[in-house]
């Protein structure tokens, strides 16, 4: 009893001296929660305490802690997932004498701390929560008691006020400062600041916003927004406005264009924000006005620029026409819509007769003149519908989607034939024309564009063969239909069933003829044709458009055999060939970068060959491919180096690691001088524009070593290897290496 009594005496004296020293530490917020906490703790002999203040009213926010409590100090978590919601909801202090098992207790804030029985309290101003005190204990012998909650039931009175007041303090001064900082903000900002009053009049203005529309402070308060903004933009900002000085919002953005005192226009980039009075009502609208002016004139001149790329990219820049691209896209289009319809089109292939008796009589100039007027006659005798291409030449290509029968096709052709048979003036001289046209059908001859076209292309031909002036496609006209639509059906289904296969020709260093990457060449394993090799398959696949899936499927079997063998230790980098087609797929990048990550192979490993002439056929399109596949990080080499007609200029802008020398330049250097020279330039460019150089074809000892002098980096051909399928390359390589590299050389 006596101890009990000490023991009371010296809380009640804590509890004086803690009245006394909150008092002293006037309004500092911080050196009253700490008092706050520290005091807590001793009063009640717990192990730890912390003073936690609610943020917006779902977040608490530990400002104070001692003891135990410390190492949650300035943490900031969900009121829903603490103890504090339950006292908060009770509207006084809890006691939890056993927090491990206690639902209420946030288990991961307990570890931290290790508490085993815990008070919380929750802290008031008027009738508002502020926040919590808490108090904890470690001990489990030594609990927090019933009378210990009594006891801070009593001080939270006291604990409030003290947290209450000095957290108005600083939260009143908080405001002076930020009130001069808002001013100094305000007059230097070097973005326009305005405050609007409820009619959409100036009350203030900063200088930015004077000299950004030509109107000084008094002048704009004469004057509504609605009077200076554009009127296009008008409707949603004078929306926005009545909703914030509504109370409805309290923030808004938009983009808007502004008439400064002179005409000019500017756009500009707006923050607004409500500002309420001492009741809290609203009152104003601070704006921030930024001028975005040449931001959008370099977005309007990009997105030009970015259209005019288009457009290059899709039509004939000689007519204006759509090129084959576009022409191929429009039929894939006009087909889906016909099978919703279950409707029909018209692909139409033509060319001109005796053009090429124009352009060597009367000039390639001349012959330009006559393809421009033919594409404008050829546009004014089809519906709008209808599309007109220049696929190239004097060939043009026509789809009519949706023809009514034989009938109205026949019309249109004989429009076409009085548009071309009027004379045409080129030179002071009328020419005449006549073409040849050639017309396949939807669904009845062909499901996709390329056929169509490739079946059309027939029909011109069965026409100019038969001087008609067009042929509708005949399939018994078409010797090699059958046989290719057998082998397409083969093909897919050869995919399906993976008995495509890959062989590999290795490629060595001549300097010390060390092989560090393969070539994979694709094989056909067939079940009744046995192995068949790409000359007898990859024509058709390009023709029909089956070479992306077919080119994805080596992409994928290369990467494959490529993560084989680094796990295996074998570091062997393989190389790819890519046709037009996947050159013109502005897809195949990011599927590339796919099946990099699907097999977890380094980029470095893999090189796709492309030949001169696919670069040629839109070089624009072609470069934007060749940029994304370069960004990945894989090497980009060109294949037949010399058998096309690239330019150096256009060359160098290529992100191209490697050239190949076509091996029929390396196969006569034995017996033809002038090829040597070929060869020789070649490497010397290559050296020149810091690109390694491949030889090709390479099948003797005299020729190895003579590239080898002429400073060659890398050969391939049959001296080192045939193609060979991986499990005998890898069986090549050991031997090989046995025996030394260079001495294998």
Partial sequence: MPGDNRHSAERLSLIVETQRDIAGAGHDLATVMQLVAERSQAITGADGAMVNLLEGGDTLHTRAATGIAATAFDAKRPLSGSVAKYAIGDGQPILIEDTPSDPRINQELRAKVGDRSLICVPLFRGAEVIGTLNVMKKSEEERLTENDRRTLEMLSMMLSAAVSHAAEFEARRGQAEAFARFRTLFEGASIGILRLGPDGRAVEANPALEEMLGYTTSELADKTFREYMHQEDLERAEVLFRDLLGGRRD?????????????????????AALERDGDGQPAFAVTMIEDITARKRAEEELRRQSELNEHQALHDPLTGLPNRLLFGERIEHAITHAERRSSRLAVLMMDLNR????????????????LREVGSRLSAALRGSDTVARLGGDEFGLLLPEPS????????????????????????????????????????????????????????????????????YDP????????????????????????????YQPKAVLENGEVRSVEALLRWQHPHQGMLYPDSFI??????????????????????????????????????????RNLLDLEFPGQVAGLLRQWEVDARLLELEI??????????????????????????????????YSSLAYLRRLPIDEIKIDRSFVMSMADEADDVAIVRSTIDLGRNLGLDVVAEGVETREIWDQLRELGCNVAQGYYLSRPVPAVKLQEWLEKRRGAGDEAAA
Wanted: a negative charge; one cysteine or more.
């Fill in 355 to 370: 053009f090429k008796e124009v352009n060597d009589s009367l000039g390639h100039q001349a012959g330009d003149e006559l």
């Fill in 611 to 644: 030949t001169e002439s696919t670069m040629l056929a839109n070089p624009s399109r072609t470069k934007h491919v060749l940029d994304e596949l370069h960004a990945l990080g894989l090497r980009l080499s060109i294949d037949d180096f010399g058998t096309g």
């Fill in 251 to 271: 923030s808004f953005q938009l983009e808007a264009r502004y008439s400064r005192r002179d005409g000019a226009l500017v756009w500009a980039h707006v923050r």
């Fill in 539 to 580: 024509p058709v696949a390009q023709e029909t458009g089956l070479i992306r899936p077919l080119t994805l499927y080596v992409v994928d079997e290369a990467l494959r055999q490529c993560r084989e063998w680094r796990d295996e230790g074998l570091d062997l980098s393989v190389s790819v060939n890519l046709s037009m």
């Fill in 476 to 503: 018994n006209a078409d010797d090699y239909d059958p046989a290719r639509l057998t082998l397409v059906a083969e093909l897919r289904r050869a995919m399906e069933e993976r008995e495509l296969v890959l062989w």
């Fill in 405 to 472: 029968g034989a009938d109205d096709l026949l019309a249109v052709i004989e429009r076409i034939r009085e548009s071309l048979e009027r004379p045409i003036v080129v030179q002071d001289l009328p020419l005449a024309m006549e073409a040849s046209i050639g017309i396949a059908i939807y669904p009845d001859d062909g499901h996709n564009a390329d056929l169509l076209i490739q079946r059309a292309d027939v029909a011109m031909y069965a026409a100019k063969q038969e001087s008609a002036p067009f042929c509708f």
